[in-house]
């Protein structure tokens, strides 16, 4: 492969909804999708879909094959390969003609899996090695969202130890959080899968006729809530970035409408720092322990102010520091994805909001959830404990952190 032809490929991907097909023919390979299922997946019109799938497939980058009514498309995986030999051909060589390894200090780009002979990304072992470098946030990214998935397929019970709920009982935990067991038992089965750190419905006071947009919505938990709040005239939109998830939510949707009568509840699949929703068109955001994972958060707050009206308001349960963790504990990827390494200082929580836009920002720090968390001795917290110094424990560092803001 040629300069010319990798950057024709790559221009092809240049499109947020190209990469986002590819990406999923990928997942699906080698047996591919339809058109309609790549749809659904993804919300997005079969007309709008038509012209991507032939830009892709005139790229090179996807195949098609007629199957009775329909076409099916397929990833081209070896060119892409053919494109990754390209890229990473020269791998620590320092250029060509100039020989040797590039001393690890001047090094800027991390290293692509497997080059100069290391077994892992960067030689250090764990996915975020990279993170804070050239592309290491989008590594950070495929953690999580590979993490989330398996919890939306049912592979993993938790964002914390494979196999285990890091939170025991979800209902128990959600009731601890203040939700209403009448509100829990009205939901569909599976939305709640003990993924909340707080309980932004509560702060909310949501009103009939609202339209409430849900930053990382899981399975619909407090989606599904907030429709209820806002009845037949208001809208809940949730986003999530995972197309499992997304496909939990839409099977969800379905009970809830079938239970309630209302239509009113939707998901799209999209990333939190590139919300799929119009500029001032919401009146209330929620977001319940997601922003912690996002490795770009004030650009998740830029996107939360714009797409809220004038005088709408953000509530928001996260996970923040009090302090900086050790450094031990914030390379490890699985306190990343436990919504741990990634949560920001109290105050840099602040900052990001006011530089947003936001005013009238207040911040409850509620540490008693961090203290529950290792109550229930999930091996994730039990490895975390392991790392801090002596004398301290991970609620000296650690907090949920409920957030209320707005857009003035």
Known sequence: ?????????????????????????????????????????????????????????????????????????????PLMQEAIAFLTAECCTGGPGQGGTLPAENRTLPMAPGCCGSGSHGGGGT?????????????VREAVRATYAAIAGGQRRSCCGPGSSCCGDPGGLSQALGYGAGDLAGLPEGADMGLSCGN????????????????????????????QRVKARGRVIGVDMTPEMIALARRNAAAYRERTGYANVEFRLGEIEHLPVPDASVD????????????????????????????????????????????????????????????????????????????????????????????????????????????????????????EAVKC
Not at 127 to 139: C, I, K, S, Y
Not at 205 to 226: H, I, M, P, R, Y
Not at 286 to 306: G, H, M, T, Y
Not at 352 to 359: D, I, N, R, T, V
């Open 127 to 139: 996915v975020m090695d990279a993170f804070g470098t050239p592309g290491g946030g989008e590594l």
């Open 200 to 227: 932004p419905l509560a702060m909310a006071s949501l009103k009939e006729g609202q339209t409430v947009l849900d930053l990382g919505s899981g399975g619909g938990f407090d989606a599904f809530q907030a429709g």
């Open 284 to 403: 209330v955001v929620l977001s319940n322990c997601v922003i912690n994972l996002s490795p770009d958060k004030p650009q998740v707050w830029r996107e939360a102010f714009r797409v809220l009206r004038p005088g709408g308001k953000a509530f928001v349960s996260d996970m923040a520091l009090f302090m900086p963790l050790p450094a031990g504990v914030r390379e490890m990827a699985s306190a990343w994805v436990g919504c741990v390494a990634g949560a920001a200082l109290v105050e840099e929580t602040r900052g990001f909001l006011e530089e947003a836009g936001f005013s009238e920002v207040v911040l409850a720090p509620g540490p008693g959830y961090v203290r529950r968390m290792q109550d229930l001795n999930d091996p994730l917290y039990r490895q975390i404990a392991a790392a801090l110094p002596d004398g301290r424990e991970l609620a000296d560092y650690i907090t949920s952190l409920s957030i």
């Open 1 to 77: 492969m040629n300069t010319k032809t990798a950057a024709s490929l790559f221009e092809v991907l240049t499109s947020e909804t190209r990469l986002s097909i590819f990406r999923l023919l990928v997942k699906y390979a080698p047996a591919g999708l339809v058109a309609g299922e790549i749809s659904g997946m993804l919300d997005i019109p079969k007309t709008n879909l038509s012209f991507h799938l032939k830009t892709l497939v005139h790229g090179g980058l996807a195949a098609m094959e007629r199957e009775g009514r329909h076409m099916r498309y397929r990833a081209s995986i």
